[in-house]
């Protein structure tokens, strides 16, 4: 499947998109399992506060269980002893474990929470309830030791349920304290997770609009080019030119083109003026030439005459001075002709100069487009390069990922050696592992698009190849112009030198009408040199004739040069 050249600039620049968008979906992911952690943590923390509570609430019971052995007063002496020292453990138990979980609860800054019912702290509450269970056993330890088996008063008993009630408020408030917490912290979470969708979509939104536009504006200068290059290839230079250019290399690129077309096309229409005005010319050199052949003959027509009877000579002096005139008036009409071609031909060779600059002028813009064409091929190469490093980058991105890799695995098994301490961060090395695996994907298919746009750069290498082909094509065909108009110039300086020769003849015609006339004026009184005159006049009309087949032939090769000129430049449309 052939994909364009907008599809792969699409795809290239949705990639890092994609990137981003998995790696906000990893991040929100990631806050997520912190949340669970965090959970679990203040869960851990508040379940070991209530285990100690619990445990110290037990220890109350139990001593107030030994308390009741000891005052039963069916127990032996050693059995009492064992009750006395079973209550005393109990008691220091109480001790010890509410202190190390007010310790637990001062780390984390819990004590001043306070129970709603009572409006006291956990301090206050703590205080209390070891008051009241101390005020309970020294009781005891007084009831037991005056050795009566009798229990002790309501009031007392009192202070033991208080002391057990203080444990048990502790409990509640630890636990609204931990739902509370992670309520609040859920609600923030989600707050965060919705600000954060929101900003990505924004993002998205806003790089895919600027990605369509500087993908749209690459293919439109494209298009362009391309269009306009096919029909200068295909001999059309109708195009018009930009109204607008972008300031940067692809609105230098359309400039160009446009000059060259424009060049071009002024070119070829004074080319196709210039051939039009010779072409006229050589049919007005030709019509005189016709002229002056059809007056040479009659001149030869009277001569052989005037040689084949010298007595006819007297009768048909009127005739031959008739003649005389009409030559006379044929001569001046070729020199006049003769003139007008000549300041044909001097305006040709101005045309044909002209020509000639303006085709230096085209050569050096095809230099110029030349030059452009290079700077673009450097361009190109540029591009290649940076492919190149593109896939250095992602090499290095292969080589994180693969060690990121491995870091995840050693994580894996240092929170496997910890147990269950070490699942928290078994969990997040396994996320980190993950995202190592999607990186190095994402890693391999910038390297597959980047190895595409390489072959895309290798193929705008070969059409700008191609290009300048076309433009060395071009400099050849203006080559071949050049030549046709050198020829036309050389052959309209060899018409000029002939016309000027004919303008000599001319005037020898003219003195020997002169001549002619003097020897009509003498032909009665000699014949013989009349006859000579005859002569003369034969000969000079045969070199009239001679010089006016070469002028048709001169102005038939100028037609031919003419028609070649105008083929090369009739596969070119200006208008």
């Known amino acids: 499947m052939r994909l364009t050249l907008r599809v792969k600039l699409l795809m290239l620049a949705m990639v890092p998109i ?12 990631e806050n997520r399992a912190i949340f669970v952690q965090m959970s679990s943590s203040i869960y851990e923390s508040t379940a070991k506060v209530e285990s100690l509570i619990l445990n110290a609430d037990r220890d109350m019971y139990q001593a107030y269980v030994a308390y009741l052995r000891l005052e039963s007063g069916n127990a032996q002496a050693s059995e009492q002893e064992a009750n006395l020292a079973d209550l005393t453990e109990n008691r220091n138990q109480v001790f010890n474990r509410v202190e190390e979980a007010k310790a637990l609860l001062d780390k984390h800054e819990l004590l001043g929470l306070t129970y709603e019912n009572s409006g006291k702290t956990l301090q206050d509450t703590f205080d209390l309830s070891i008051d009241q269970f101390t005020i309970w056993y020294e009781e005891v330890l007084k009831a037991t030791g005056d050795g009566n088996a009798k229990l002790l008063a309501s009031v007392y008993d009192e202070h033991f349920q208080n002391g057990r009630e203080g444990m048990n408020q502790i409990s509640e408030v630890l636990d609204k304290y931990a739902y509370d917490t992670l309520t609040d912290i859920d609600e923030q979470l989600k707050g965060t997770q919705l600000s954060f969708f929101i900003g990505m979509a ?30 200068v290839s295909e001999g059309d230079l109708t195009t018009t030119a930009e109204q607008y250019y972008s300031k940067d290399e692809l609105g230098d690129i359309s400039r160009s083109v446009d000059s060259m077309i424009d060049a071009m096309k002024d070119l070829i229409s004074g080319i196709k003026h210039s051939t039009a005005r010779v072409n006229e010319s050589a049919g007005k050199l030709s019509s005189v030439s016709r002229e002056s052949s059809a007056a040479a003959e009659h001149v030869a027509s009277q001569i052989e005459e005037v040689a084949g009877s010298s007595e006819r000579q007297a009768r048909g002096a009127d005739e031959i ?42 050569s050096e813009q095809m230099l110029e487009v030349k030059s452009v064409i290079g700077k673009l091929s450097t361009v190109i190469g540029t591009l290649e390069q940076r492919s190149k490093d593109i896939g250095t980058i992602v090499e290095n991105i292969t080589a994180f990922s693969n060690q990121t890799n491995i870091l995840s695995l050693n994580a894996s098994i240092e929170a496997a050696r910890a147990g269950e301490h070490g699942k928290g961060f078994a969990v997040v090395a396994d996320e980190i592992r993950k995202l190592a695996a999607s990186s190095l994907q994402s890693a391999e298919r910038i390297d597959q698009l980047v190895s595409m746009t390489r072959s895309d750069i290798s193929n705008a290498s070969g059409y700008m190849s191609r290009t300048m082909e076309e433009v060395e094509n071009s400099s050849a065909r203006l080559g071949d112009v050049s030549e046709n108009l050198h020829s036309i110039i050389t052959a309209i300086t060899k018409v000029s030198e002939q016309l000027q020769e004919n303008s000599a003849i001319t005037e020898q015609l003219s003195a020997g009408s002169e001549q002619v006339s003097a020897s009509v004026a ?38 031919e040069v003419v028609l070649q000129l105008n083929e090369a430049v009739d596969q070119f449309k200006v208008k």
């Open 321 to 362: 001075a008739r003649a005389i005139e009409e030559m006379t008036a044929g001569v001046n009409r070729i020199a006049e002709n003769t003139s007008a071609v000549a300041d044909e031909a001097s305006a040709t060779t101005e045309q044909a100069d002209q020509g000639q600059a303006v085709l230096s002028g085209l």
């Open 202 to 231: 924004v993002v998205t939104v806003l790089l895919i609009v600027f990605m369509l536009y500087v993908v749209w504006k690459i293919m439109v200068t494209v298009r362009n080019v391309m269009n306009k290059t096919k029909k």
């Open 18 to 29: 994609l990137v981003y968008l998995f790696t906000g979906l990893y991040l929100l992911g």
């Open 522 to 559: 003498e032909s009665a009184t000699s014949a013989s040199r009349n006859m000579e005159k005859a002569d003369s006049v034969a000969a000079a009309t045969e070199e009239q004739l001679a010089l006016i087949e070469s002028i048709s032939a001169s102005a038939d090769g100028l037609n």
